[in-house]
């Protein structure tokens, strides 16, 4: 990891080993003290920025906890790459994926707004259910009016509770 983020392996490995034996900069007992009441990524980037092991440890505590995300990355890839785009690069696959990624985000913060009202489905504690679009409507409340198998009427607003509910 330290080649890809341009670091000294070196300078990085000796770091390593003077944290793994508590020498150099890690020597501080108020070092470690802090180390117990901070969250880890406060203490790497706030009490050890100079120090070469930093970036890479960083990077670590600030990666996704499970593998799910690079999975759902994979399995896209996989959806990208077909028998069918064999051919194609992998420079072009990754573009590919990274639209394909950006889309679903656009998709997912894309809100239309109907201005309609919304049916709500009350409770009356009858055993048939009571639609509204506005509570200061008059409401169905006689119970002469219940929906019955005889009935024809293709109205929603008489609704058996037990028709709703399986």
């Excluded at 983020?5 to 390593?16: E, I, P, Y």
């Excluded at 051919?87 to 950006?102: E, G, P």
């Excluded at 509570?135 to 409340?141: C, G, K, Q, R, V």
Aim: with cysteine; proline share 5%.
């Amino acid at each position: 990891m330290a080649r890809s983020l341009n670091l000294d392996v070196g300078k990085v490995t000796a770091n390593l080993a003077q944290l793994r034996t508590k020498t150099g900069f890690f020597s501080r007992n108020s070092l470690w003290d802090s180390a117990n009441s901070t969250h880890p990524v406060i203490w790497w980037q706030g009490l050890c920025t100079s120090q070469p092991l930093m970036p890479i440890a960083s990077r670590i505590l600030n990666g996704p906890p499970s593998s799910a995300s690079s999975e759902r990355n994979w399995s896209l890839h996989d959806l990208i790459h077909t028998s069918k785009r064999n051919r194609l690069s992998q420079d072009k696959i990754q573009k590919l994926v990274a639209i394909h990624s950006n889309l679903v985000i656009n998709e997912k913060q894309t809100f239309i707004y109907d201005a309609r009202p919304v049916p709500l489905l009350e409770d009356t504690g009858k055993d048939y259910a009571v639609l509204s679009v506005h509570e200061d409507e008059a409401e169905i409340e006689s119970e002469s009016d219940a929906w019955s198998e005889e009935s024809n009427s293709d109205s929603d607003e008489n609704i058996p509770l037990s028709a709703l509910v399986k």
